[in-house]
């Protein structure tokens, strides 16, 4: 069944991946992301095969710009009823050195940002008496991680937010999970690695117990999964889909 499904963070990595995979599904697809040119052309590789895909310059992190998005997308698609939420940052830093100024953006952009976006599709997927909601978060919340007090905490952060939204919509036939990722090879993975942050991709992926980096698929086919009628019974769950990195 088509449904309309919004994906945040939508012109890269794993968002970019779950939005090829909604297209796929037969969904209507809207992509948030903060790259304006990104956004565009992610827009215009999933409209090439005929699907109807909106592309909207979003920063989850401005309130008001959030709003005005998914007012364009219930005005251009109709109302929402799939909702990832992929859009994040990360940053590698020690703790005692981390800036106020680091630590607020963190939580405004992964933590906050995902709240926003949640609340603001809520009164939808309440009017239909249906909904679904898939965060991402992090197996950094889980295990903890060297230099990322910030992040960690973020994703922390989601992991509770996921919990408590299941509770509180399930009557409501709302579904709310989250993956936490570990291992992903992504632009931003890349980034890091070139930044020197971490070893690398093709370093670490070998001691994954599968052997192998995660790939933007791999998390988007969990997301398909949950966000389909298959994952009805399935609510404030971790679903963790990192390869066995964590256990």
Request: aromatic share 4%.
């Amino acid at each position: 069944m088509s449904r309309i499904a919004v994906v945040t963070g939508g012109a890269s990595g794993i968002g970019l991946g779950v939005a090829r995979q909604f297209v796929e599904d037969g969904h209507k697809v809207a992509i948030f992301d903060r790259d304006g040119a990104a956004t565009e052309a992610a827009a215009k590789e999933l409209r090439s095969g005929g699907a109807t895909v909106l592309g909207l310059e979003v920063d989850v992190a401005d309130r008001p710009a959030v709003v005005a998005a998914f007012a364009q997308v219930r005005s251009e698609l109709g109302p929402v009823e799939i909702l990832v939420t992929s859009a994040g940052i990360e940053r590698f830093t020690p703790t005692i050195e981390i800036s106020d100024e680091e630590w607020d953006q963190m939580i405004a952009i992964n933590l906050t940002g995902t709240f926003v976006c949640a609340k603001a599709v809520i009164p939808d997927m309440m009017s239909a008496g249906w909904g679904r909601i898939v965060t991402i978060s992090s197996q950094s919340a889980q295990s903890g991680a060297p230099n990322m007090a910030h992040y960690a905490s973020s994703k922390g952060g989601v992991i509770a937010l996921t919990k408590s939204l299941a509770v509180d919509l399930a009557r409501s036939g709302i579904t709310v999970n989250t993956i936490p990722p570990s291992l992903v090879d992504t632009p931003m993975a890349r980034r890091a690695e070139a930044d020197g942050d971490f070893p690398g991709v093709d370093v670490i992926g070998p001691m994954v117990p599968l052997g192998r980096a995660g790939t933007p698929a791999d998390i988007a086919a969990a997301c398909s999964f949950l966000c389909g009628e298959s994952g009805s019974y399935i609510t404030g769950q971790l679903i963790g889909v990192n390869g066995g990195m964590y256990m």
